[in-house]
C-alpha cells in the first residue's frame, strides 16, 4: 500500500502560479504512474494530469493544457504539478493519486489517494 501527502496549495491571484507536491511512501515509487485530480465543490472528481512511471510521457486535460506540467522526481519519491496562468475555475481540491493501469484517468480507477491539497485562486 503507498501513502501520499500532497502539499504546496493556498490562495492566489488569477494569472498566478503555484506548485504542487505528492510525497510517496510506503511502495515503489518508480515502479508505478501517477495521476492529479481535482475537485470543485458541488462537481464531480475531475483529472487533471497524469505522469508515467519513467517520466517520458504525460497526459493533460484539456482545460489544464499549455499551463500546467507534471513532472516527477523518483529519487525523492514526489511527484509535482507547476500551475501557472491559473483561472479562477481552477479553484478545487486537488489529489494526487496512483493509478490501477496507466490511461485509466478516471477516479475509479485510481488505487491509492492523498487528502488532497486546497487551491484558491481569486479573480
Known amino acids: 500500500q503507498v501513502q501520499l501527502v500532497e502539499s504546496g496549495g493556498g490562495l492566489v491571484q488569477a494569472g498566478g502560479s503555484l506548485r504542487l507536491s505528492c510525497a510517496a511512501s510506503g511502495r515503489t515509487f518508480s515502479g508505478y504512474a501517477m495521476d492529479w485530480f481535482r475537485q470543485a465543490p458541488g462537481k464531480e472528481r475531475e483529472f487533471v494530469a497524469a505522469i508515467s512511471w519513467s517520466g517520458a510521457n504525460t497526459y493533460y486535460a484539456d482545460s489544464v493544457k499549455g499551463r500546467f506540467t507534471i513532472s516527477r522526481d523518483n529519487a525523492k519519491n514526489t511527484v509535482y504539478l507547476q500551475m501557472n496562468s491559473l483561472k479562477p475555475e481552477d479553484t478545487a481540491v486537488y489529489y494526487c493519486?496512483?493509478?490501477?493501469?496507466?490511461?485509466?484517468?478516471?477516479?475509479?480507477?485510481?488505487?491509492?489517494w492523498g487528502q488532497g491539497t486546497q487551491v484558491t485562486v481569486s479573480s
Open positions: 493519486g496512483v493509478p490501477r493501469a496507466w490511461g485509466t484517468r478516471t477516479p475509479s480507477g485510481v488505487g491509492s
